[in-house]
């Protein structure tokens, strides 16, 4: 079952996190226009452990969110705020197909323990 914290209006769902923070690692990389190895040369952390948050396989501490941050140019706030936008969008659009296909918002489809199979999907 996914896990669901409550985040102001919206649910918190690792999936959704997952997914959204990918999108944010391998966007803003390459908007940036450096590689792995060079944006782990530029943050001091290693290019399989970025080629691993790209992949959705892991998600940094906040530590290694902060050095990433700065290996890409920003500041943790910065990266913060463009992570939420992408969060939010990914959270409605989750929220909007769930409604038409089940009739039910990510939470209730969560709890069934749907939630992950439908976000995985996408």
Known sequence: MAKLDKIGAMTYNHDIFCKAFRKLIVRTRKESLITQKQLSMESGLTRQFISMMEGGKRIPSYESFCLLARGLGLSAAEMSERFLSIYE??????????????GKGVLAVAEKGCGKEYVNRR
């Not at 969008?89 to 089940?102: A, G, I, M, N, P």
Request: charged content about 50%; hydrophobic content about 20%; overall charge positive.
């Open 89 to 102: 969008r990914e959270y409605r659009s989750v929220e909007e197909h769930l409604k038409r296909l089940t």
